[in-house]
């Protein structure tokens, strides 16, 4: 299985601040159609199901804002909130796509400072 | 975006089977341009696909639950099934169904629209 790590554990950013949350795939993530990185991330708030902001690696959903980017290739990826809001207190999951079982990271804890 | 919505027991005890549904609305489980997963979050084993499955029935399971994991789709009710046998405390997590847009005819693609979660627990 490709095992997904993420660092930091746990984030505390100002509002209005930037926000970057690192994900590390154990062996290249590349879909064999179309040689795309299959890095997805998820944004969960309390109580709340994940939402997907990102996939592709950088291409962003149709409901995520547009302060949600993402980048990276190979085994190195990152999702950055460019102005930290309120509403993106969360915990922040990345997922690979390409290789079944399809697997996660262990998830970043955005806080407020 | 579609509505999915999760239903069964909350309650189990050791080596029952755990049988969820999911109701989807505003989609159709018919389309061929779906498939339709369920996903569960648990505190020592964070987010764990468990398997998906396609309106034809063709399904693709997590070999971690070794066996264990019938997942059906029932075209005429709009919604599809998991079952997961002979549960033990491990099995406690939320539960969720959700949906992948196919690309390329195939089910690897992330998980696009999530139901809200059911929490069954596992316990004498």
């Known amino acids: 299985d490709i095992v997904m790590t993420q660092s930091p554990d746990s984030l505390t950013v100002s509002l209005g601040e930037r926000a970057t949350v690192n994900c590390k795939s154990s062996q290249s993530v590349l879909h064999s159609f179309n040689n795309q990185n299959c890095v997805a991330w998820y944004r969960q708030r309390p109580g709340q199901p994940p939402q997907l902001l990102i996939y592709?690696?950088?291409t962003r959903d149709s409901g995520a804002p547009d302060r949600f980017s993402g980048s990276g290739s190979g085994t190195d990826f990152s999702l950055t909130i460019s102005s930290l809001q309120a509403e993106d207190v969360a915990i922040y999951y990345c997922q690979q796509y390409c290789d079944a079982p399809f697997t996660f990271g262990p998830g970043t804890k955005l806080d407020i400072k | 975006q579609p509505q999915l919505q999760e239903s069964g027991p909350g309650l189990l005890k050791p080596s029952e089977t755990l049988s969820l549904t999911c109701t989807v609305s505003?989609?159709?489980?018919?389309?061929?341009?779906?498939?339709w997963g369920w996903i569960r979050q648990s505190p020592g084993k964070g987010l764990e696909w468990i398997g998906t499955i396609y309106y034809t029935g063709n399904t693709y399971n997590n070999p971690s639950l070794e066996g264990r994991v019938t997942m059906s789709v029932d075209t005429s009710r709009n919604q599809f099934s998991l079952m997961l046998s002979s549960v033990t405390a491990a099995d406690t997590a939320v539960y969720y169904c959700a949906r992948n847009l196919a690309y390329r005819g195939t089910y690897y693609v992330p998980f696009d629209s999530w139901g809200q979660g059911i929490l069954v627990t596992v316990s004498s």
């Open positions: 592709w690696a950088s």
């Open positions: 505003g989609g159709s489980v018919r389309s061929s341009s779906f498939f």
